[in-house]
């Protein structure tokens, strides 16, 4: 499979300076969103086959990339809240 040359930019972005968006409560939407969508992709890439599956303790298998998924959603539907560093003000915060 053939990855368009803006993937690894956009994933080592989404990887090192979005969660400093999303901690220091500046752009923490779109911080999360890329987050989320960087999931996404990991999962989908690196870990379809474990998908349904379970571990040997009978939890979900990717119980850690589901938690950072929807943790992203939640942050992206939320928002940071009104001790961020940008405020409860803008649509990005």
């Given at each position: 499979?053939?990855?368009?040359?803006?993937?690894?930019?956009?994933?080592?972005?989404?990887?090192?300076?979005?969660?400093?968006?999303?901690?220091?409560?500046?752009?923490?939407?779109?911080?999360?969103l890329f987050i989320?969508?960087?999931?996404?992709?990991?999962?989908?890439?690196?870990?379809?086959?474990?998908?349904?599956?379970?571990?040997?303790?009978?939890?979900?298998?990717?119980?850690?990339?589901?938690?950072?998924?929807?943790?992203?959603?939640?942050?992206?539907?939320?928002?940071?809240?009104?001790?961020?560093?940008?405020?409860?003000?803008?649509?990005?915060?």
């Amino acid at each position: 499979m053939a990855c368009p040359a803006s993937s690894p930019i956009s994933s080592t972005w989404a990887k090192s300076s979005a969660p400093l968006l999303v901690i220091l409560g500046i752009y923490s939407r779109l911080g999360a969103l890329f987050i989320f969508l960087n999931m996404i992709v990991a999962i989908l890439l690196a870990h379809a086959g474990q998908l349904f599956s379970t571990n040997q303790q009978g939890g979900w298998a990717l119980e850690l990339q589901g938690m950072f998924l929807f943790g992203a959603l939640a942050v992206a539907f939320m928002g940071a809240g009104r001790f961020s560093l940008g405020g409860s003000g803008g649509r990005w915060n």
